[in-house]
């Protein structure tokens, strides 16, 4: 008998059928969602950011962090597979330096956890998609951000499905109370932490005196391109709401000093003036007739030989390529009252329309463009 202990138990060998797809194509892209909610319920557990602290034993983030589930194991090795998380050959974790970079709350201007913390509150809005592409209705996610507030320490129950009018004021919603106001400019500094950086040097900021960003949120933009670029001036123009955030933001990155916010309401009142006006993740919040009259407003604010500078999850022209833009479009849709993301050209259309010259669409990071056009 046979006792020969040299048997290939390679578990990796290709025995599929040479030219034929795997439905395993298929199915991963199915389960993608167990992918995302692993590190969605991590950030929520403050499972990098306890790792920040330094590394420990599985045993000891455990107990940290509560965790008695007998998956608690894999949901750990699931994050160091997908590049979050190392562990020693002695069972020891600690945050990769890519987690390090952008998940740790300690470093503001770096920290992308507002966003994840958003997207975890707003997780159960995705199962009613079928819902809403049937209907034609939105939903109104302030359940969701007054949820992120608390740190992704709650998730919001469920969307309620509302009437998708045209005319309804999504923000108003968003802005609803003090919570609610912090979990949405947490998550836009997150949302947008890829664009911001790569803007420090995409743009040409030499011949700038002074930058205007509209809908600024809590200013997370002016503080990337502002300390970059010591000699520039910033101006805040959004909602009175957000204020208090805004001043806070600009004293923790440290350039408060060279930076006002300008409150007012881009429907009624003009845009400040100024040698750029920026329009970040904005215009895909609202319908073709808004978005046109956003930018002509801009040309009008704008100082002769200005520029409106346009950064955005672009849809690629062909609509074939870039699958983020077009989620992010289809999320817009789902939530907005009638937003809807767009091409480069499209914006460069519009921009022309408007009476910009020299427009361009530039790539900057991930799936994040900009165009830029000149008065």
């Known amino acids: 008998m046979s006792t020969n202990t040299n048997t290939n138990t390679n578990t990796n060998t290709d025995t599929s059928a040479p030219g034929r797809r795997s439905p395993h194509e298929i199915i991963s892209i199915a389960t993608a969602f167990w992918t995302s909610k692993a590190l969605l319920s991590a950030v929520e557990m403050g499972v990098f950011a306890e790792l920040v602290k330094g590394p420990i034993s599985a045993g000891e983030l455990c107990a940290r962090l509560g965790l008695k589930g007998r998956g608690a194991s894999d949901f750990l090795d699931v994050l160091v597979s997908i590049g979050l998380l190392e562990r020693s050959d002695d069972g020891v974790y600690r945050n990769t330096e890519l987690a390090d970079a952008y998940l740790d709350p300690g470093k503001p201007a770096q920290d992308i956890s507002g966003y994840l913390e958003y997207l975890n509150s707003a997780f159960p809005a995705w199962s009613q998609m079928s819902a809403v592409l049937r209907s034609g209705d939105r939903l109104d996610f302030s359940e969701a951000l007054r949820a992120a507030a608390d740190g992704g320490a709650s998730t919001a129950s ?4 509302t009437d998708a009018d045209a005319e309804a004021d999504t923000f108003g919603e968003a802005f609803a109370s003090p919570e609610q106001v912090t979990g949405f400019v947490r998550s ?5 932490l890829g ?5 420090t040097s995409a743009f040409d900021w030499s011949e700038v005196r002074e930058v205007i960003d509209v809908g600024c949120s809590e200013g997370a933009f002016l503080g990337h391109v502002m300390a970059a670029h ?6 805040g123009f959004d909602l009175p709401q957000v204020a208090d955030r805004f001043r806070v933001y600009l004293e923790s990155v440290g350039i ?3 930076v006002r916010f300008a409150p007012g309401d881009f429907f009624t009142d003009p845009l400040p003036s100024g040698d750029v006006l920026v329009m970040g993740h904005v215009l895909h919040d609202w319908n073709l007739d808004i978005k046109q009259m956003l930018i002509r407003k801009a040309y009008e604010a704008l100082r002769p030989g200005g520029s409106l500078l346009v950064y955005e999850m672009l849809v690629d022209d062909e609509r074939r390529c870039n699958t983020t833009g077009m989620l992010t479009s289809l999320n817009v849709s789902l939530v907005s009252a009638g937003g809807l993301g767009y091409t480069g050209a499209e914006c460069r259309a519009w921009l022309t329309e408007a009476g ?8 900057l990071d991930g799936p994040e463009y900009m165009v830029v056009g000149t008065k």
């Open 158 to 161: 469920g969307a309620v499905l």
């Open 188 to 192: 836009m500094t997150g949302f947008s």
């Open 195 to 199: 664009a911001h950086q790569a803007l």
């Open 230 to 235: 010591p000699h520039l001036t910033g101006t």
């Open 256 to 258: 408060a000093d060279r």
């Open 356 to 363: 910009f010259r020299e427009v361009s669409v530039t790539h």
